[in-house]
């Protein structure tokens, strides 16, 4: 059996060296116009890339080609080198995950997607009355490894520590390598369609997000794993990818309000088409708006949960409601002053909170 475990190596072919070829964890001119500043849209380092999560909330990365004086404008104040040296590194490359060959070996399938596919689903006049939009088997098949693609590299970057089970993530590197192996695209299309039966236990559905006002960069690249099926949201691109059948579980908690298991099995039970059900832009506002409120949600509990558990170490007790309520303001007023919300930056927050409340009790007694 071929050892996959080796770090040196690259994950798809599993033979080549690694190179430090930098791999776009997720297709790079999907996400482009989501974390370029505004104003740029062809490929040239204009990333900047915000995170929000319990673990940090600020700017994590802007690429080489962001002026001083737009960091500047962006963030309020002038970076320092030990800011510059933090925001360095994009975290939607990786460069422990193919070799050369195998990274070119993406690009067809991509750029297909890409400049054939993607860019019709962007149109709203490309979709029926009811927001379908249908075409046929290539486009399927081109979509469904596009799509595995995407799910494979994010799964064998470990990206945020997620990663498929070893045996499911396996079947997907098998499949890709059988198939993005072929010369010619039309060769790729029939492989993937002949060989579709050793990984047909993957489904996914896809949803286009309309925009028809706002900036392009106020879209997100997020990424719901918690449970299956997950939730990839790429820039306008929704897709709910499983590894089990849609009929026995519901739509991701995230889209409950703007889609129904009756409609993701709709989108998925077809092999022989493409269907695309479009979401307007007010369900695009609304869909961005629950993810962003799941994320602040997700920072304030972890810090809340840090604070009570060194309360009850402290006193025995269990911290009383109001003074949940207060961190949570206190978070909200130092992350709309600071406009940073490190892990450390928080927990020394809650630690100073901890600090006054300790105090007054032990005043009171």
């Known amino acids: 059996m071929l050892n996959i475990n080796n770090n040196s190596k690259c994950k798809l072919c599993l033979v080549n060296d690694l190179e430090n070829v930098g791999s776009h964890i997720f297709t790079d001119a999907l996400i482009r116009s989501a974390i370029y500043i505004e104003g740029k849209s062809k490929r040239g380092d204009f990333e900047a890339i915000v995170e929000m999560s319990y673990k940090k909330l600020g700017f994590e990365y802007f690429g080489n080609s962001v002026l001083p004086e737009d960091r500047e404008n962006?963030?309020?104040?002038?970076?320092?080198?030990?800011?510059?040296?933090?925001?360095?590194?994009?975290?939607?490359i990786n460069r422990n995950i193919v070799c050369r060959s195998c990274e070119k070996s993406f690009s067809p399938i991509e750029m297909y997607f890409i400049n054939k596919i993607y860019t019709k689903l962007l149109d709203s006049d490309n979709f029926s009355n009811d927001g379908l939009y249908q075409t046929n088997k290539e486009e399927y098949l081109i979509s469904y490894v596009f799509i595995l693609i995407n799910i494979w590299r994010t799964s064998a970057a470990k990206y945020n520590d997620w990663s498929l089970d070893s045996g499911y993530e396996e079947l997907i590197r098998s499949y890709l390598l059988l198939v993005l192996s072929q010369a010619s695209i039309t060769d790729m299309i029939n492989v993937a369609n002949d060989t579709m039966s050793s990984i047909s236990c993957f489904q996914f559905a896809i949803f286009s997000l309309n925009q028809t006002e706002g900036a392009p960069s106020e879209n997100a690249i997020l990424v719901d794993y918690t449970t299956e099926p997950y939730v990839f949201l790429l820039n306008r691109l929704l897709i709910i990818f499983s590894s089990n059948c849609f009929e026995t579980v519901g739509p991701p908690a995230s889209i409950a309000n703007i889609s129904t298991r009756a409609e993701i099995i709709d989108l998925s039970s077809s092999h022989s088409?493409?269907?695309?059900?479009?979401?307007?832009?007010?369900?695009?506002?609304?869909?961005?708006?629950?993810?962003?409120?799941?994320?602040?949600?997700?920072?304030?509990?972890h810090t809340k949960n840090v604070l009570s558990y060194a309360y009850n170490c402290f006193t025995g007790q269990i911290?009383?409601?109001?003074?949940?309520?207060?961190?949570?303001?206190?978070?909200?007023?130092?992350?709309?002053?600071?406009?940073?919300?490190?892990p450390e930056a928080l927990i020394n927050l809650s630690a100073i909170f901890l600090k006054e409340i300790l105090d007054e009790q032990f005043k009171e007694e």
């Open 74 to 92: 962006i963030l309020g104040h002038q970076q320092s080198d030990k800011e510059i040296e933090a925001t360095s590194t994009n975290p939607f």
């Open 319 to 342: 911290l009383p409601n109001s003074y949940h309520l207060e961190l949570e303001h206190r978070i909200g007023v130092f992350i709309k002053a600071d406009g940073k919300g490190t």
């Open 273 to 301: 088409k493409l269907k695309v059900k479009l979401i307007s832009n007010e369900n695009r506002r609304n869909l961005l708006r629950k993810f962003y409120l799941d994320r602040w949600s997700d920072l304030v509990n």
